[in-house]
């Protein structure tokens, strides 16, 4: 199913956040029909890239109850943001998402990857050229990787494609909901809605960051691939789960405004994004 932009919605602003409205669409919304549909709610320049946070409604089946969601989306040219990877092993001392960015000058920042009791990194973990947890090929959910090389640079490889040498830091997460190479990459719906965490990379090699209000996996996968628009693209040629559901947050310096959106829980690790 092709894009089409919705609009004339009113404007649903999340933490406080004033990006620019849309305007109205002159012609009428058409009915909703099976597959994921979106509306933009809100645009906003941020650094060198854009924010756009867009409302979506997925069906099923003909005849089913309308699935709905809302994804705050930044994305950016290549090479125009340089990416870290934060690292906070003490959870005495933790931040959140919003205040670590704040703190250290990034224009954005999501959070990052799985982790367990004790607060340890679960899957490969690879800070500042040195490794913390090695990889770990046991668990069908830790699919992919997540390298930074020395430019600053994101690559998302899966497990065999990932090479160890061209990476500064790593960390280990997944699944895959788009898998390299632009194929779906979930085929079924369990059916848990929970908040999500992704980060994908474009045919043209854009980097995009999104977090998401509850959703399956497969919705958001479906919508990634089928509806690349809402994302700020042509297509997403790869995406990959990151850690979600209550570690999820987000934080971004708008063109006349502040995204600000923290996790509920204390989290390891984060990505924070700076103008290059």
Do not use: W
């Not at 703190?103 to 990194?121: D, M, Q, S, T, V």
């Not at 693209?233 to 559901?245: H, K, M, P, S």
């Not at 934080?251 to 103008?275: G, H, I």
């Amino acid at each position: 199913m092709s894009a089409r932009y919705f609009l004339g919605v009113g404007l649903t602003l999340l933490a406080g956040c004033t990006a620019q409205p849309v305007d109205p669409a002159n012609e009428p919304t058409p009915p909703l029909q099976v597959g994921c549909q979106f509306e933009v709610v809100e645009r906003s320049a941020a650094a060198d890239g854009h924010y756009q946070q867009v409302q979506f409604a997925y069906l099923s089946d003909e005849g089913g109850v309308p699935k709905r969601f809302v994804a705050d989306t930044l994305t950016f040219p290549p090479g125009s943001v340089r990416v870290e990877l934060f690292d906070q092993p003490e959870l005495a001392n933790h931040e959140t998402v919003p205040e670590a960015a704040i703190k250290r000058g990034a224009i954005a920042a999501i959070n990052g990857g799985y982790y367990g009791e004790e607060f340890e990194p679960i899957g490969l973990y690879l800070i500042n050229g040195q490794l913390q947890q090695p990889m770990s090929n046991e668990s069908g959910l830790l699919t992919g990787v997540l390298s930074i090389d020395t430019a600053g640079q994101i690559a998302l490889d899966t497990r065999a494609e990932f090479i160890p040498a061209n990476a500064v830091s790593a960390l280990q997460s997944g699944p895959f909901l788009v898998d390299p190479g632009h194929t779906l990459g979930i085929y079924s719906d369990n059916g848990k809605l929970r908040k999500r965490t992704v980060v994908a990379l474009s045919g043209r090699g854009e980097t995009i960051v999104t977090t998401a209000s509850p959703v399956s996996l497969y919705t958001l996968a479906q919508c990634l691939y089928t509806q690349p628009d809402a994302f700020g693209v042509d297509i997403v040629e790869r995406a990959l789960n990151l850690d979600g559901a209550i570690s999820t947050g987000m934080y971004a310096k708008l063109a006349s405004s502040t995204l600000s959106k923290p996790e509920e829980v204390p989290v390891r690790s984060m990505l924070l994004l700076y103008d290059k």
